[in-house]
């Protein structure tokens, strides 16, 4: 019963400070020292530790809708966030996240996915209107955990990640707090 409950109620239950968890859901695949984005990412988007909520992964190792150095602070918060924003919209509309792809790179697709949406939905938006749909769910969402008693503070990756160097290179995860919280705010 103690392992169903997750990664951090098992550090929780044996005394385990260092456990790779945000807001309880444990850290997947990619190390937030070492790719930064996906750090920033992991500490900002309401569900916890989501790698699929803003893959920041296309930008930072895959050049794809452009390249960001994955070890520097600058333009993280910014990539987390529009991620976050479009795959809000992807997900709510019921794609699948791998149509982000072509979407980055080509922006007849981006176009073709709004079509597609209008069509679906009987709706006449556009790119700005499906921004704002992205920002608007977050921003339900971001309500809710507020409800729950998710605070900024939870918004944050666990302590040793900022401490604790990540051999071979010896990176930490150092995007500033003030950058964490930008990343969400939209108006």
Avoid: W
Avoid at 77 to 104: H, K, R, W, Y
Avoid at 135 to 154: S, V, W, Y
Wanted: aromatic share 8%; with cysteine.
């Amino acid at each position: 019963r103690i392992i169903a409950s997750g990664a951090g109620a098992v550090g929780k239950t044996y005394g385990v400070t260092r456990v790779p968890v945000v807001k309880n859901q444990a850290l997947p695949a990619y190390d937030p020292r070492a790719v930064k984005g996906m750090g920033v990412t992991y500490a900002t988007t309401p569900m916890g530790a989501d790698h699929t909520a803003g893959y920041c992964v296309t930008a930072n190792i895959m050049n794809v809708g452009g390249q960001l150095d994955p070890l520097a602070v600058k333009g993280q918060s910014e990539l987390s966030s529009g991620l976050q924003v479009a795959t809000a919209v992807i997900d709510t509309v019921g794609l699948c996240l791998f149509v982000a792809f072509p979407m980055l790179d080509i922006p007849d697709a981006f176009n073709a996915v709004v079509d597609m949406v209008n069509a679906k939905f009987g709706l006449s938006l556009n790119a700005d209107d499906v921004s704002g749909l992205g920002q608007k769910i977050l921003g339900i969402e971001l309500d809710f955990n507020r409800r729950a008693g998710f605070t900024p503070a939870h918004d944050r990756l666990p302590e040793f990640f900022k401490y604790e160097k990540l051999p071979p290179h010896g990176h930490t995860f150092d995007v500033p707090d003030e950058h964490l919280d930008s990343v969400l705010k939209f108006s």
